[in-house]
């Protein structure tokens, strides 16, 4: 079960490695995203600091979303899926390994981006911090609940878009407190609270997601 | 006779078909009466003037919105749980519903937000859970859509319906939990009502026909879908002849 | 009775707009959901019905 | 049937609107070969999922070693090998490291020397190295063969896996399989081409109500 | 000629109807990304009349961006790009309808949104007409430069985020002009610079892109 | 090669760093079938593609009418049809849906009666309001072949034509390659399943190096 879940990660790992390209370009996306706000808002720095913490978040949120589209897809496509899902292994450890290399391959690397996109925005060393944080709870949230939109859109046409509509509204709250605690560190009422909220969340998301998109992914396979 | 009798799409499908017309008239009569309350027994509101009258509708649609979901949440697990084809039916003919009193929940807390608090709308977390309640709504009723097979379909969506059901407990107490512009629950079991008796009436009134005209609408609703899936059986091919 | 004239009643002490806006969507979305309620089950029970007239006539047929 | 390990009860398959089959029952037992025929879209595909327990059935069961699969799950998985209309074939990685994943998953050690022997008996030696995404068509499907190959599964399920393979592949595909039904084996395939399988039990069934001429 | 470009045309639209969920899930995507600003900004009135015309862009741009990466992409799949580059009809035209068809799908419904989603924003009426009058001219451009974008990363993997990289740098200049262009009515400065810089960049775009487009098709399937 | 209308010239194809054939010369003239030949990978598929225009050769150009089909590209296109290994059927549209596209896009009118009558024939009679997605493997080839009837294009070009499709549709198959031929038209085509084509004169072509047994 424990050598699974490795051969799961190891498989997704070594896919990504494969086409680095794709890695490679939801940083870039993330980036951008980031960086085209200064460009449609206007240069103020305070302005800047102002709606960098939220500007931050829902550009990792989007750059992350962006690559679950394929997180079942690719296999799904070509008839892989299945032989998983037929493996004596349960499917709740597939999901679980595939979130987990998710995470690592576009959830990660986002964290290393960030600060850098901080200064970008004028924050403080104190409110990188919190963001930082922030973020290593927040992007698995993405992740887990990731999954069970991918396995719920898989192969239907159009799966992309709707599976953004089906995970953004679940994950708004993960993203008020992620943004609110960055902002609370900023106007000095601190980040306890939304922190502990995130890492609840965390945890919730971590226990329930796996079983649903197993579920999902069978409903999906028939 | 006993319950599980109409748990056969057969039989729901007559006994549907009984209910639908006390259930509209219900909802006809109800929806009258409360308006006539609304309207001409309530008194002004000394500091919202004319304006608090949305609330005869806003509550009541707020309420539906959430028991509608649910309700649709309830029927997704059994069918999940013990594969009732039945089950299914009820959450999809649910949904459009809830999805619409959502809306007016909205709409309705727009147009009254705009003279009390002096915008259409303000991002607390009240109103946010809410607009997230209607995107629920949409994607699940969107998922369906994109699913041709039926099977496949009900079972997608409700467990997109069982991982949304959180959102609901965020909507009733985001007022307690965070402090916001919206106003908090007067209705409170426990203590004594913090409002005029005729106003509470007429809004429990206005959410009684919401919930007959909820309920006729499904009814409705879930007997097409019936006809639809039941189609090759024999007594689907009779009504269909005789109808 | 609280209201002194029909304009009055109208009206809404300046916030008609508001309140009828409120009452005016909401009849009107039940209206809409109703007539799309009565159209699509008429839909469906015609389309139905063409199907299965289709069945009968290929009975036997085989493929 | 008193010594099959995968049966069939009563087995309904309904697709959309359309009932595509009922009432079918079957038993497998070792060394025995199921050929289920039928025309186009009569239904072979849908059972072959079944069978596999992807698809659930409108009605009925399957059952392996008398347990219905719904309840044995995993432990059938663990005996079963199916290959669809897809190959299940990762086009970035070479024929050796789809290999590779492929044992993982499974929980099975690998073991270089075999795969690569595996492959070159399936006539890839000069792709070894390639991804996957430029092998030619034929290629790819021999790529998962030699997965099926290695998976000793004691049951294979077959949706038609003579698709784009030139003649010689077919021979050898079957002399595969006459080897694994000799070795105990079992196989449910699906096939329109003719298969020259002389001096091995075939079970035909016949899905649908297109009849074939027998090609074998 | 004339023939075949309607033939195009009404293909894409019955397509496009007959998958009412991906077209109006982009337009949710829309309203999504709109509403997400204001959840991570913070909801003060004047800050987001000032991010808003910015905000409302940036979101346009994704919502249609998105969609795009499929404007080539399922033709390719299930073969039928091929037979349609194998028409007796020039490619140009094919494009050219293609992205026709994807600004009455995708750009139009953005059109017929963003002024309530403007409203949300605290924009002026003002405002408001010059932010509908910059899509009206930016949109297009998105779906003309996007077919060159989606004709270079067909096939590819991962071909959604490329395809975002390679357009978003060519699409900024439209985004800064649309922008500006409600910013300056806003800040009082007029919008008409602007507004004329992006019809210029329309009519290039429209006079270029299918070409390119046509020859990147070519050599993508090759 | 008097009156060929197809005609190839030193033609070489490269794939990667690997040659697939090079020198490679035929003409092919109205009422005439060329079988391209050859093991998995050995670059049918590669040289059809070259035929058609989608591809490039690395030497050698491909000639029609006497003209290379880079110079007249679309007057060849009107004349030529298509059928590679995927389908080009949108799995959204039923199959009538598709036939009327398919004739939009090379501008002809739609008959529709025409159309129906064709996927009657081959056996879609039960299949014409469903959407594709919901069909099976074979019956999408079947959809394809439609269109292809359809097109009433002089030269058909055509990959593994038969992949998926049962015995019956087989046999219509080939009765339809007999009567294009017989009507003056011309086939390449390519597959590694038997044919029998009684009374056509067939050119062979083998490409790469592995013998295959005639089939036929
Ligand atoms: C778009 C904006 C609004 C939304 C989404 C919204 C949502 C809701 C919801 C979900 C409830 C029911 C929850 C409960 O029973 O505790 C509710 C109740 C209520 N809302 Fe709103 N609301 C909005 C705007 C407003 C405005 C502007 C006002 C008045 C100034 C208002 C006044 C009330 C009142 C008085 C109740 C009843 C509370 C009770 O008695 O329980 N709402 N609203
Ligand atoms: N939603 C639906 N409505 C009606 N019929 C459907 C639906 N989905 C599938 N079908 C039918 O079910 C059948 C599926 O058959 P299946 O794919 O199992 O065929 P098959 O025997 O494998 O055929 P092939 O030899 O072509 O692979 C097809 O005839 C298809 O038309
Ligand atoms: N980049 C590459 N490097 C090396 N070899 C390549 C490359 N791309 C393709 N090839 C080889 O070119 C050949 C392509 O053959 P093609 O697809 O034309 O075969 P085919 O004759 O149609 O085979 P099949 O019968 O399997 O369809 C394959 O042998 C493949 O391995
Ligand atoms: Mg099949
Ligand atoms: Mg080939």
Chains 1, 5 share one sequence.
Not at chain 2, 82 to 95: Q, V
Not at chain 4, 154 to 173: K, Q, S, Y
Request: glycine share 10%; aromatic share 10%.
């Amino acid at each position: 079960m424990h050598r699974f879940l490795l051969a799961v990660l190891r498989r997704d790992l070594t896919l990504a490695a494969r086409r680095r390209g794709d890695w490679l370009i939801a940083q870039f996306f993330f980036v951008m995203v980031a960086s085209l706000f200064p460009l449609g808002v206007g240069p103020e720095p305070e302005m800047l600091a102002r709606i960098g913490p939220g500007v931050l978040w829902v550009a990792a949120t989007l750059a992350s979303l962006l690559s679950l589209t394929r997180l079942f897809a690719d296999d799904h496509h070509d008839g892989s899926l299945e032989h998983m899902v037929l493996s004596p292994e349960p499917t709740v450890l597939l999901v679980l390994g595939k979130s987990i290399a998710h995470w690592l391959i576009y959830g990660v690397p986002l964290l290393l981006i960030a600060p850098v996109l901080g200064i970008q925005f004028h924050l403080s060393w104190e409110a990188i911090m919190v963001l930082e944080l922030s973020l290593l709870l927040g992007t698995p949230i993405l992740s887990l609940l990731g999954s069970v939109g991918a396995a719920l859109t898989l192969g239907l046409r159009g799966g992309g878009v709707l599976l953004t509509l089906l995970i953004l509204p679940l994950y708004i709250p993960a993203l008020i407190f992620g943004a609110g605690a960055v902002d609370g560190v900023m106007a000095g009422t601190g980040a306890e609270a939304h922190l502990s909220l995130l890492g609840a969340f965390m945890v919730l998301s971590l226990m329930i997601a796996p079983w649903i998109a197993a579920a999902a992914l069978r409903v999906s396979l028939e | 006779m006993n319950l599980y009798t109409y748990a056969s799409p057969a039989n729901f499908y007559v006994l549907a078909g009984k209910l639908i017309p006390w259930f509209s008239w219900g909802a006809g009569l109800l929806a009258v009466w409360g308006l006539y309350i609304s309207f001409f027994l309530a008194p002004t509101d000394f500091q919202q003037s004319e304006a608090y009258r949305i609330i005869f509708i806003h509550v009541p649609a707020a309420w539906m919105s959430m028991f509608i979901y649910l309700v649709m949440a309830f029927w997704g697990a059994i069918g999940l749980a013990f594969n009732t084809r039945l089950s299914f039916m009820m959450a999809r003919a649910l949904a459009p519903t809830g999805a619409l009193f959502t809306f007016i929940a909205l709409w309705t807390g727009a147009l009254w937000g705009k003279p009390m608090w002096g915008a259409w709308w303000v991002w607390d977390a009240r109103l946010t859970s809410e607009l997230i309640l209607l995107f629920l709504y949409v994607g699940i009723i969107a998922l369906w859509a994109a699913i041709d097979d039926v099977r496949r379909g009900d079972r997608a969506g409700s467990l997109l319906t069982l991982i949304g059901a959180i959102n609901v407990p965020i909507i009733y107490f985001s007022v307690k939990w965070w402090n916001t512009l919206h106003q908090g629950s007067s209705i409170n079991l426990m203590k004594a009502p913090s409002m005029a008796a005729i106003m509470l009436q007429g809004m429990l009134v206005m959410a009684i026909a919401a919930w007959f005209y909820t309920i006729a609408v499904a009814l409705v609703r879930v007997r097409r879908i019936i006809l639809e899936r039941e189609r090759q059986t024999d007594w689907a091919k009779a009504i269909l002849e005789n109808e | 009775m609280e209201w002194a004239s029909w304009s009055d009643f109208w009206h809404m002490a300046g916030y008609g707009l508001y309140v009828w806006g409120s009452f005016g969507v909401t009849a009107a979305g039940v209206l809409i959901e109703v007539i799309l309620l009565k159209r699509a089950g008429a839909d469906t029970r015609r389309r139905l019905k063409r199907m299965q007239q289709w069945a009968t006539s290929l009975e036997g047929e085989g493929q | 049937m008193p010594d099959a390990l995968l049966s069939v009860h009563d087995l309904a398959c309904a697709r959309g609107e359309r009932l595509l089959f009922k009432g079918m029952n079957f038993g497998l037992g070792k060394g025995e070969l199921l050929l289920v025929q039928g025309g186009n879209g009569q239904g072979k595909t849908s059972l072959l999922r079944l069978l596999t327990g992807l698809a659930r059935p409108e009605e009925g069961e399957v059952r392996w070693r008398g347990e219905s699969i719904r309840r044995v799950g995993e432990a059938y998985h663990g005996e079963m090998c199916y290959l669809g209309h897809a190959n299940g074939v990762k086009d970035d990685l070479n024929p050796v490291e789809n290999l590779r994943f492929a044992d993982g998953m499974h929980g099975r050690a690998f073991d270089q020397t075999r795969a690569v022997a595996t492959l070159e008996r399936l006539g890839l030696s000069r792709c070894l190295d390639l991804p996957c995404r430029v092998l030619s068509f034929g290629q790819r499907r021999r790529v998962a063969l030699a997965a099926l190959l290695l998976a000793g599964a004691t049951l294979w399920i077959l949706d038609e896996p003579l698709t784009g393979l030139d003649v010689h592949a077919v021979v050898l595909m079957e002399g595969l399989i006459r080897n694994h039904l000799t070795a105990g084996g079992m196989v449910v395939a699906t096939t329109h081409q003719a298969l020259n399988l002389d001096g091995v039990a075939v079970q035909r069934l016949l899905v649908g109500n297109v009849a074939i001429p027998a090609l074998m």
